[in-house]
């Protein structure tokens, strides 16, 4: 792990970051968008943040995003907002959210394998381009 920041992540990060504020306040009806997709774009939105300011093995932060989103989902089940005293509607009640969720779980293994994918992809077309 090497700290160095990366303006192409962070304006991914912003972009991302974006979508799931409009998945939130514009598309809040549309049900899969709002129970399903945000779930998938918000570990992508973990990985573009912490590329950021960190180079790293991707596959470990692809894992560690996985372990961090079940943590928190996990959170969730034991209603750990309520107990550490958060009001619902605060902010931190929200990021820790309210309800457990095994598709959610789904969701985030979903969004961790399409970011698995996009990196080998990736990895292997920079590869393949560099002269032998």
Known sequence: MKFKFSLTY?????????????IATKLEHIFFVRAYL???????????FVRTFVKINNEKLILGILIFSCIVEFAQYFTVAEKLGF???????IVIGNSFSWIDILCYVAGCLLLFLWVKFNTGKSKQSIPG
Not at 10 to 22: G, R
Request: aromatic share 12%.
């Open 10 to 22: 962070l304006l991914l990060t912003i972009f991302i970051f974006l979508i799931e504020v409009l």
């Open 38 to 48: 945000g779930d998938v774009i918000v570990v992508m939105l973990l990985y573009t």
């Open 87 to 93: 009001r619902p509607g605060s902010l931190m009640y």
